[in-house]
């Protein structure tokens, strides 16, 4: 893991926060503009077009910009600017379009924000272009993002045949890899977590480098769900320990089976635990908050671009709630590849897999 001190320059300023968010649409316009302007009288030739950077690469660094900010951390755009960079170059595309990107921004925030803004905005980009234009000029270093995606212990024996039968879907297959693991006296939520979790990973593996289809990858979800219902079901739990859990899928992120395999594993410590699925609207989970008045907000974050919803919500829960404000724990697939990432975002802590979220509680 990298490490990387923090940098907090300001202590986050709402009026400030509401600035940035109201500029960030005009922000991906103008700099959309800017990449796509060639000078007067020459055309973009049609193979330069596919190697430069998409709206949608603008969009997300313009919103990491906006959260970095918010966050008061140079480090997050860094890091936000050097996974950009290392995801160009897995899809062959150019790595100069990050660079690209992030001076098109610098040029908007320069020109065209209100002072206060530019004075924090600008720092930021600086840090980030510095980084980009490195990477222009080198090419992707070998060690990449941050990365630790296996569980917090060792996988356990059997995960190359469960992915096989949950790509086939064959469940009783499954079910009789699930009981030998069981038999071997390994407890449920190790079995959920070092066999069926590093199964998936798998399949998610496979589905990238497309040796399975999006079908098989559905399919295999869906009985690896299936897996855990069945699994958490017979689990023991502990004594009721009079604490309240809630954790959920930021909005925009429909991977689900983490987040609620955390949830099963707080049920299973003996707390009243409550997981929202998918789809839920913001306004939705501040009420579910207020409903619940939850100890404990655990979020999960699965891709980098759902970084900065994931920092929307921190802020309005802790605006909202104040110093009655639940403790918030993250974690997911976005959070493990980043790892410093709940220190910038100023979390309360971060739990690499389920055991781990638990271990976190009872520290
Ligand atoms: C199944 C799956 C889907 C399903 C999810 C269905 C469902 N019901 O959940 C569907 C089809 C919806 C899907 C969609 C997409 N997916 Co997908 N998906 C997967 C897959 C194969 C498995 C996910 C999973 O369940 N993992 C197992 C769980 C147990 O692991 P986990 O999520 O990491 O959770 C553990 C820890 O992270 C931690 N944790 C999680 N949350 C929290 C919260 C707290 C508070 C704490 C403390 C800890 C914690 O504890 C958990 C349990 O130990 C992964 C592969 C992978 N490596 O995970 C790809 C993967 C995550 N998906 C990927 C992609 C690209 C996508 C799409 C963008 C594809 C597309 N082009 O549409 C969309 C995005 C959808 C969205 N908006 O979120 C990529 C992400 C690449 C990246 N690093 O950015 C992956 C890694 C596949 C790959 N190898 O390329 N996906």
């Not at 290392?86 to 899809?91: F, I, K, P, S, V």
């Not at 930021?124 to 941050?146: H, I, N, Q, S």
Request: net charge negative; charged share 20%; with cysteine.
């Amino acid at each position: 893991m990298r490490s990387s001190g923090q940098t907090l320059w300001f202590g986050g300023d709402a009026a400030i926060d509401r600035s940035l968010d109201a500029m960030t649409d005009a922000a991906v316009a103008a700099a959309w503009k800017d990449i796509y302007r060639p000078p007067a009288g020459v055309a973009l030739h049609p193979a330069a077009l596919g190697r430069l950077p998409t709206r949608a690469d603008v969009a997300v660094t313009a919103r990491a910009l906006t959260c970095a900010v918010a966050a008061g951390s140079k480090d997050y755009f860094v890091a936000h600017v050097r996974r950009m960079a290392h995801n160009q170059a897995d899809r062959g595309a150019a790595v100069f379009a990050v660079a690209a990107v992030v001076a098109a921004l610098r040029r908007f925030y320069a020109e065209g924000a209100d002072p206060t803004v530019t004075a924090r905005a600008l720092p930021v980009l600086d840090a980030g272009l510095t980084e980009a234009e490195r990477w222009a000029r080198t090419g992707p270093d070998a060690d990449g993002p941050d990365r630790q995606s296996s569980p917090s212990e060792p996988p356990l024996p059997g995960v190359d045949a469960l992915t096989d039968a949950l790509l086939a879907g064959r469940i009783a297959s499954c079910r009789c890899l699930v009981q030998s693991a069981l038999d071997g006296g390994h407890g449920c939520l190790d079995v959920a977590t070092r066999l069926i979790q590093p199964a998936l990973y798998e399949v998610g593996d496979r589905w990238q480098q497309r040796r399975i289809t999006v079908a098989e990858e559905h399919g295999a979800t869906a009985v690896a769900a299936a897996l855990l219902a069945e699994l958490f079901a017979v689990a023991p739990r502990a004594e009721p320990v009079g604490r309240t859990a809630l954790i959920a899928p930021v909005i925009g992120n429909r991977h689900v089976i983490g987040p609620h395999m955390v949830a099963d594993a707080f049920e299973l410590a003996g707390w009243d635990a409550h997981f929202l699925g998918a789809g839920v609207t913001e306004d939705d989970l501040f009420a579910e908050i207020h409903h619940r008045r939850p100890d404990l907000l655990g979020l999960s974050v699965s891709l980098l671009e759902q970084v900065p919803m994931l920092h929307r919500i921190m802020r309005r829960v802790r605006q909202a709630f104040g110093t009655a404000s639940p403790k918030i724990v993250i974690g997911g697939l976005a959070t493990n590849e980043m790892q410093p990432l709940w220190r910038w975002l100023g979390a309360d802590g971060w739990g690499l897999d389920a055991i781990a979220a638990i271990d976190l509680e009872k520290a």
